[in-house]
């Protein structure tokens, strides 16, 4: 599915948050926003995945404005896995994966055998399929992460959004879901925190800057140690090796 961001502004309270936005995802690339703090990438995908409405511009999927769709066609097309996720009832894993069923089903219509057999297909590709009948609120952080990619694939995305999803996990297990991602084979778009995490994994990456793309690329041209300087305000080594990109930071 092809998804492009066109001149993109957001104005909230008198501020201009997003200026003129254009980004293009094809051909199942896994795309980076990148920047500081209030940068915008948050405020630019819920422009995506309609939390917020810009001021100007438009969202394309496939060449149809998003605007022209209900939610629920757009529901069955783009899947959203985000930083936090609280529950407070104790649902099983199973039923807050088959809450990803929702957009395909009619009001008050019960899960069927298809819906089971989905629910257990995402499941297994984020290799949770052993616990499907545990507490979710029993599980760790990262294994709960795992459970909402579940939910956001039995969706049956064209594509997924990520907004920074990994932040709060260890390391362990923001490799393991950016390998999961990575493998889905779907476009991707994702708010990515960590540099080297988004060198790993991103065919394209995108800088924001007081909201506003300052460069876009691929991990080796855009991930220089003058570009972390003018976006982060801090010193790096990039290291470029066959692997890709390494970067450390110099205080």
């Not at 008198?14 to 703090?37: A, R, S």
């Not at 990438?41 to 511009?57: A, H, M, N």
């Not at 579940?150 to 959004?161: D, E, H, K, W």
């Not at 690329?217 to 090796?241: M, R, S």
């Amino acid at each position: 599915m092809n998804i492009k961001a066109e001149n993109i502004n957001i104005t909230l309270e008198k501020n201009n948050i997003l200026k003129d936005i254009n980004i293009e995802v094809d051909n199942k690339e896994v795309v980076g926003i990148i920047g500081p703090n209030g940068s915008g990438k948050s405020t630019f995908l819920k422009c995506i995945y309609r939390v917020l409405k810009p001021s100007d511009g438009a969202i394309l999927l496939d060449k149809v404005d998003i605007k022209d769709m209900t939610v629920k066609e757009s529901s069955k097309r783009l899947a959203v896995l985000s930083q936090h996720n609280n529950y407070n009832f104790d649902f099983t894993v199973k039923d807050i994966v088959l809450m990803g069923r929702s957009p395909h089903k009619r009001f008050m219509e019960r899960d069927n055998k298809e819906d089971y057999a989905i629910v257990n297909d995402a499941l297994k590709k984020v290799e949770m399929l052993e616990f499907k009948d545990r507490c979710f609120q029993s599980l760790s952080g990262g294994e709960q992460q795992r459970v909402i990619l579940a939910r956001a694939l039995a969706q049956q995305p064209q594509c997924l959004i990520l907004d920074e999803p990994t932040n709060h996990l260890d390391i362990k297990y923001q490799l393991q879901l950016m390998r999961i991602v990575k493998n889905l084979n779907i476009e991707v778009i994702a708010a990515i925190h960590d540099l080297n995490i988004a060198a790993m994994y991103c065919d394209k990456i995108y800088v924001l800057k007081d909201g506003e793309i300052i460069k876009y690329g691929n991990p080796k041209e855009v991930l220089t140690k003058e570009l972390i300087k003018e976006v982060y305000e801090v010193d790096a080594e990039v290291i470029l090796n066959k692997e890709g990109v390494y970067i450390s930071y110099l205080y």
